[in-house]
Every structure is written in structure tokens, then in C-alpha cells.
T-cell receptor, first 111, second 113 residues
Framework: DAGVIQSPRHEVTEMGQEVTLRCKPISGHDYLFWYRQTMMRGLELLIYFNNNVPIDDSGMPEDRFSAKMPNASFSTLKIQPSEPRDSAVYFC?????????FGEGSWLTVV | GDSVTQMEGPVTLSEEAFLTINCTYT??????LFWYVQYPGEGLQLLLK?????DKGSNKGFEATYRKETTSFHLEKGSVQVSDSAVYFC????????????FGSGTRLLVRP
């Protein structure tokens, strides 16, 4: 069974550009999570969905960040406009029961 | 609120040494506890878990026991290998309406041949 699939794996973009990160959760999972990892702040939960509905977006840093889950097999995290401080690894994760499974991450660099 | 505290790294060991990475937590109720491992350039992989007091999770030679009386979930391995070099994250999850996974800060392990 394929795990959580994220794209792109690596992205380098210029400040001010729009960035869209994509995620395909494990089939059948009803929870989807977006995390951000930086050296300074470690792993932070940005937002999570249950059955495609956003449940808690209190971790989203500011209005430049938005996330959607139009169906059970796809989610996006968008940053517009991007800033250098957004450089990080963004992880998508999904779960059905007690265990959360992570994708391999999208490594974002904003220059 | 709920939180997880891990020992500071990096931890540097020689191959075949005994490993302990300390993890303590603060939480209400009875959370589930997890250890995740992150190898360089990769995502987080579930290493082991325990869902109730006195449960022992184990995988790939690693073990951790859910100790409610000391609110701890220390990771141990009897004989580490160079391939175990990675960052290890302790985490808890409340099985309530939130289902959020709360991570510790991570402990980097470096095993030398």
C-alpha cells in the first residue's frame, strides 16, 4: 500500500511567489494533518482535517497560509505570498485510528 | 496544556553500546505515546507505540514502556548500530476530539563505528 504522497519533494522559489504543496493521504484514512519542521521551532502542527473538514487551524501562522481538502484523497497547503522565513520542511500526515503516518516532506526554500 | 520533554542531544555512542533516550510527558487522562524516527533527508517513521499504562512498545530492537507513575516513555536499545543514527522524536496523542500529535523537540543520535 502506498504511503502518504507529497509533492513537490523540493522547491526553491523567490520571495513573493505563490507556493502550493500537495498531499495524497493513505486511502481510507479520515484524518489529515499538515506539519512544519524548522530547526528553531521543531515540529509544529499547522492544521488538520477530519473527513475533509478543517477542524483546527490554530497553528497556521498567518493569513498568507491556507489549506484545503476538496476530497478524501487530496489536500493542498498554499503560501501566498511566500517569504524567506517560510523556508522549512512541510509534512503531510494521515491516520485512521490511533497511529499517524507521515509523508516524506516537501523541502521549501524561499530566497 | 499537554507537552513532551526529551533529553537534549546530540547523543554520541559507539557501535554496540546501550542506548537510552529519556522522554517525559505532561498530559491529562490517558494519552497514547509514540516514538518516531527521522533519518537524514527523510520523513518521520513510526518506530513504536504504547496505548496504555505498562504497555511495552518494541520494534527493530528498540523498546519503550509506558510508565504512568513517572509519566515517562524512555526509548532503549541494547546494542546500537551505525544505521541507527537519526533523530528520535517522542510524541503523545490524546484520544479525544482533537487527535493532535504533540512532539518533543527531538534527540539526535550519532553512532560511531
Amino acid at each position: 500500500d502506498a504511503g502518504v504522497i507529497q509533492s513537490p519533494r523540493h522547491e526553491v522559489t523567490e520571495m513573493g511567489q505563490e507556493v502550493t504543496l500537495r498531499c495524497k493521504p493513505i486511502s481510507g484514512h479520515d484524518y489529515l494533518f499538515w506539519y512544519r519542521q524548522t530547526m528553531m521551532r521543531g515540529l509544529e502542527l499547522l492544521i488538520y482535517f477530519n473527513n475533509n473538514v478543517p477542524i483546527d487551524d490554530s497553528g497556521m501562522p498567518e493569513d498568507r497560509f491556507s489549506a484545503k481538502m476538496p476530497n478524501a484523497s487530496f489536500s493542498t497547503l498554499k503560501i501566498q505570498p511566500s517569504e524567506p522565513r517560510d523556508s522549512a520542511v512541510y509534512f503531510c500526515a494521515s491516520s485512521l485510528s490511533n497511529t499517524i503516518y507521515f509523508g516524506e516532506g516537501s523541502w521549501l526554500t524561499v530566497v | 496544556g499537554d507537552s513532551v520533554t526529551q533529553m537534549e542531544g546530540p547523543v554520541t555512542l559507539s557501535e554496540e553500546a546501550f542506548l537510552t533516550i529519556n522522554c517525559t510527558y505532561t498530559a491529562t487522562g490517558y494519552p497514547s505515546l509514540f516514538w518516531y524516527v527521522q533519518y537524514p533527508g527523510e520523513g518521520l517513521q513510526l518506530l513504536l507505540k504504547a496505548t496504555k499504562a505498562d504497555d511495552k512498545g518494541s520494534n527493530k530492537g528498540f523498546e519503550a514502556t509506558y510508565r504512568k507513575e513517572t509519566t515517562s516513555f524512555h526509548l532503549e536499545k541494547g546494542s546500537v548500530q551505525v544505521s541507527d543514527s537519526a533523530v528520535y522524536f517522542c510524541a503523545l496523542r490524546q484520544v479525544d476530539s482533537s487527535y493532535k500529535l504533540i512532539f518533543g523537540s527531538g534527540t539526535r543520535l550519532l553512532v560511531r563505528p
